[in-house]
């Protein structure tokens, strides 16, 4: 056995193997113990317009469900045949559109357990968009949207890349309470972001904006909204990123980053002393080979991470325990899945990028309960 072993391990290192196993094909390994439900998000913009694309979505809970999405888009006249309330179903990119195109309108928007807008954000549709001192940006809107579970008061967090701050919004969008950043002004300082990607709390409040893929850094701040320190730099050494893309933590107090364009999650783990990498923080894990990870989620023991087109279930040692496919432009299938987030019911929510859809998935019924994802974490009591 270990002679053949040792074969294997020669051609393959030669190079030798006809058909080399590709990194999605290993991500591969079982099928959805989800079954995603039918047509669930109802179509409400104004007629010749449907979505634009969906970047981001939070559930709340089970009745309260926000999404973001880059403004709405122009339909064609006539309508080609086909359509089924998103425009990627009709072959349009609602990520790259056309001069014109778009409208920047519902950007953010909330809706019920079945799919029905409830609320929708209209008053803060100035904030976003794709002009910046009359220059175009690529993208625009919102990027991520997240909630701090142990936050009394619910504050809902925007972050939004192209004019590189993060907004903090009362939890009815009454009030914009807080601004981290200079809105429309980049930078690598205390108080500016370049194109930032997305934040995560801790439960005394503590703030960490993944400062996206020019900086390369993770900045923390308090819970009132002041600068603490920050960690890493473009690169691709050990603590080091190229493209964050989204930031979790969990309960034990470490921090997971996608670190994109790397193709790896990253850990860290906060210490009461400094460390020789940084103060206070130190790095416990480098996770490699993922194909362009986009959102983390973990509860628990359970670390869930999403590419654009798959989702992989690890355990906190980086283990991998379980994936699936979602390619496609089917229902329950994306192209670009850029956040997900599961309410306390087990439903889990996709918001995809390049099709324009939110869409919502149910647990199979005898789905194991080994594949599915947990509830999220209560706050610490």
């Known amino acids: 056995m270990r002679r053949l072993i040792l074969v294997l391990s020669v051609i393959v290192g030669a190079g030798l193997l006809a058909n080399p196993i590709s990194l999605q094909e290993r991500l591969i390994v079982g099928e959805s113990p989800y079954a995603v439900v039918d047509n669930w998000l109802k179509p409400f913009a104004d007629s010749g317009y449907a979505w634009g694309a969906h970047s981001a979505v939070y559930a709340e809970s089970p009745d309260r469900i926000f999404v973001s999405?880059?403004?709405?888009?122009?339909?064609?006249?006539?309508?080609?045949?086909?359509?089924s309330g998103f425009v990627g179903s009709i072959g349009l990119n609602p990520l790259q559109p056309e001069e014109?195109?778009?409208?920047?309108?519902?950007?953010?928007?909330?809706?019920?357990?079945?799919?029905?807008?409830?609320?929708?954000?209209?008053?803060?549709?100035?904030?976003?968009?794709?002009?910046?001192?009359?220059?175009?940006?690529?993208g625009g809107g919102p990027h991520k949207i997240r909630i701090n579970q142990y936050d009394p008061e619910r504050r809902v967090w925007?972050?939004?890349?192209?004019?590189?701050?993060v907004y903090g919004f009362s939890n009815d969008g009454s009030e914009l309470l807080m601004t981290l950043g200079?809105?429309?002004?980049?930078?690598?300082?205390?108080?500016?972001?370049?194109?930032?990607?997305?934040?995560?709390?801790?439960?005394?409040?503590?703030?960490?904006?993944?400062?996206?893929p020019d900086n390369?850094?993770?900045?923390?701040?308090?819970?009132?909204?002041?600068y603490v320190t920050h960690w890493g730099g473009p690169g691709s050494g050990r603590g080091e990123f190229n493209s964050i893309h989204a930031i979790a933590t969990d309960i034990r107090g470490n921090i997971y980053v996608a670190d994109r364009m790397n193709s790896r999650i990253q850990v860290f783990n906060q210490t009461t002393r400094s460390t020789w990498y940084?103060?206070?923080?130190?790095?416990?894990g480098t996770w490699p080979d993922f194909d362009t990870p986009t959102d983390i989620y973990i509860t628990g023991y359970d670390v869930w991470v999403s590419g654009?087109?798959?989702?992989?279930?690890?355990?906190?040692?980086g283990n991998r325990l379980f994936s699936y496919d979602l390619a496609g432009d089917e229902p329950g299938q994306f192209l670009g899945l850029h956040q997900f987030s599961v309410d306390s019911d087990g439903n889990w929510y996709g918001a995809g990028n390049r099709l324009g859809r939110t869409q919502k998935f149910s647990p199979k019924e005898g789905a194991s309960f080994a594949e599915l994802m947990a509830a999220p974490d209560p706050p610490l009591q």
């Open 216 to 226: 390369g850094r993770i900045v923390k701040f308090d819970a009132e909204g002041n």
């Open 100 to 138: 014109g195109q778009r409208a920047w309108r519902n950007v953010i928007f909330v809706v019920d357990g079945n799919g029905n807008m409830i609320e929708s954000w209209t008053q803060w549709d100035e904030l976003f968009g794709d002009t910046i001192a009359g220059e175009q940006q690529y």
């Open 278 to 284: 940084h103060p206070n923080i130190s790095p416990i």
């Open 158 to 165: 925007v972050v939004n890349s192209n004019r590189h701050v």
């Open 308 to 317: 654009l087109t798959y989702m992989v279930k690890l355990d906190v040692n």
């Open 182 to 212: 200079e809105e429309g002004v980049s930078g690598n300082d205390e108080t500016h972001f370049a194109l930032p990607q997305d934040i995560a709390f801790m439960e005394d409040g503590t703030m960490f904006v993944a400062d996206g």
């Open 69 to 83: 999405q880059r403004g709405e888009i122009r339909l064609p006249d006539p309508l080609p045949s086909g359509f």
